[in-house]
């Protein structure tokens, strides 16, 4: 067990895959889980899920494109939890096309969803965390955004732009005792990996290029996101963690 002295998390895109195994892991952990998604029945299904196995959590439907909409939240949850510890920056979308292809509409959509919210997240729940002089911040960026990828121009982009605010955040935060690290997955087997993993020739040619032969779990994520969360990580900031097979060696 991982040392955790009566924490509350936020983590974002907490309805499925990746951020669901995140959450749910946390809460094994005895922390309270606040579960974000922008649909109410997904993050609900997930904090139910949790509840019932004797966790503490608590589902909150929210667009996280809409920064007006965060700002709100925020208000609300201050009002239940009067510090929130940990945020877990991990929700995200796609809109994958070629650069000449890709609308405006599809560039503003990912990067408002997977960059920007990081930027309100972050700007509202970071200020009690420096105050109380203990935090810990989570993004869940994207070996796309390591290594870049065709056809993810604006996924990569935003990606990428969660390494550098992770980066920059690390070292403002850093004299306040809150710690700011990013996780980079590779391919996971998820809902937004499912055509990849089913098809035998995509996946075939995936996996060339991951000497570890296989697609992870998301629990593979949630183990080390979790073990960033804690105590015992309390020396570790600014940080990216490639889980990705192998693949950006």
Same mark, same amino acid.
């Given at each position: 067990?991982?040392?955790?002295?009566?924490? %509350? $998390?936020?983590?974002?895109? &907490?309805?499925? /895959?990746?951020? !669901? +195994?995140? =959450?749910?892991?946390? #809460?094994?952990?005895?922390?309270?889980?606040?579960?974000?998604?922008?649909?109410?029945?997904?993050?609900?299904? %997930? $904090?139910?899920?949790?509840? &019932?196995?004797? /966790?503490?959590? !608590? +589902?909150? =439907?929210?667009?996280? #494109?809409?920064?007006?909409?965060?700002?709100?939240?925020?208000?609300?949850?201050?009002?239940?939890?009067?510090?929130?510890?940990?945020?877990?920056?991990?929700?995200?979308?796609?809109?994958?096309?070629?650069?000449?292809?890709?609308?405006?509409?599809?560039?503003?959509?990912?990067?408002?969803?997977?960059?920007?919210?990081?930027?309100?997240?972050?700007?509202?729940?970071?200020?009690?965390?420096?105050?109380?002089?203990?935090?810990?911040?989570?993004?869940?960026?994207?070996?796309?955004?390591?290594?870049?990828?065709?056809?993810?121009?604006?996924?990569?982009?935003?990606?990428?732009?969660?390494?550098?605010?992770?980066?920059?955040?690390?070292?403002?935060?850093?004299?306040?005792?809150?710690?700011?690290?990013?996780?980079?997955?590779?391919?996971?087997?998820?809902?937004?990996?499912?055509?990849?993993?089913?098809?035998?020739?995509?996946?075939?040619?995936?996996?060339?290029?991951?000497?570890?032969?296989?697609?992870?779990?998301?629990?593979?994520?949630?183990?080390?996101?979790?073990?960033?969360?804690?105590?015992?990580?309390?020396?570790?900031?600014?940080?990216?963690?490639?889980?990705?097979?192998?693949?950006?060696?």
């Amino acid at each position: 067990m991982l040392t955790f002295k009566n924490r %509350t $998390a936020l983590v974002t895109g &907490a309805g499925r /895959g990746i951020g !669901k +195994a995140i =959450a749910e892991t946390l #809460a094994r952990q005895g922390v309270t889980v606040i579960c974000v998604s922008k649909s109410a029945d997904s993050c609900g299904g %997930t $904090a139910a899920g949790i509840l &019932a196995a004797g /966790g503490k959590a !608590k +589902a909150l =439907a929210v667009d996280v #494109a809409d920064g007006a909409a965060i700002a709100k939240a925020v208000e609300v949850l201050g009002q239940e939890f009067p510090m929130i510890d940990i945020l877990v920056n991990n929700a995200g979308i796609t809109r994958d096309g070629l650069l000449f292809r890709m609308s405006e509409l599809d560039w503003d959509d990912v990067i408002a969803t997977n960059l920007t919210s990081c930027f309100h997240w972050t700007k509202l729940l970071g200020r009690p965390m420096t105050r109380a002089r203990w935090g810990r911040i989570v993004n869940i960026t994207s070996v796309s955004g390591v290594m870049g990828n065709a056809g993810q121009a604006n996924y990569s982009a935003a990606k990428a732009g969660m390494i550098g605010f992770t980066k920059s955040l690390a070292r403002e935060f850093a004299g306040r005792s809150v710690t700011v690290n990013a996780v980079a997955p590779g391919f996971i087997k998820t809902d937004m990996t499912t055509e990849f993993v089913n098809s035998a020739e995509v996946s075939a040619r995936i996996l060339e290029s991951v000497p570890l032969k296989r697609f992870g779990e998301a629990a593979d994520i949630a183990h080390l996101t979790a073990y960033l969360c804690s105590e015992e990580s309390s020396y570790i900031t600014g940080q990216v963690f490639n889980v990705d097979g192998g693949m950006a060696m």
